[in-house]
């Protein structure tokens, strides 16, 4: 189970810190990405990041603005956004590849969160 939290509104320039909390023993074995969809639109990769934290993936739009991280001793994954831009604005969703695969496609990840909204004012 995933719950992710942290979005909210912003000027563009401004900065959200997402987090996303997962249950389970085995997280630290996780690949764990963050995906974002804006309205009429298809669900987009954003980041990835290894089980042990060591590698990282981001989408060429993000890359310099946005850094994930994570904490395996709290089960959980950030997505620190900076300088953000009003394209940004789209439900955040986080989700968990229990395989670790580097890189898991979309349809590979096998539990996703909820979502939380981020909004960019211009």
């Known amino acids: 189970q995933l719950q992710a939290c942290g979005g909210g509104l912003v000027q563009a320039g401004g900065s959200l810190r997402l987090s996303c909390a997962a249950s389970?023993?085995?997280?630290?074995?996780?690949?764990m990405g963050w995906f974002r969809q804006a309205p009429g639109k298809e669900r987009e990769f954003v980041a990835a990041i290894s089980g042990s934290g060591g590698r990282t993936n981001y989408v060429d739009s993000v890359k310099g603005r946005f850094t994930i991280s994570r904490d395996n001793a709290k089960n959980t994954v950030y997505l620190q956004m900076n300088s953000l831009k009003p394209e940004d604005t789209a439900v955040y969703y986080c989700?968990?590849?229990?395989?670790?695969?580097?890189?898991?496609?979309?349809?590979?990840?096998?539990?996703w969160g909820q979502g939380t909204q981020v909004t960019v004012s211009s």
């Open positions: 989700a968990a590849d229990r395989f670790g695969r580097l890189w898991p496609t979309r349809n590979e990840y096998d539990w």
């Open positions: 389970g023993r085995t997280f630290s074995s996780y690949t």
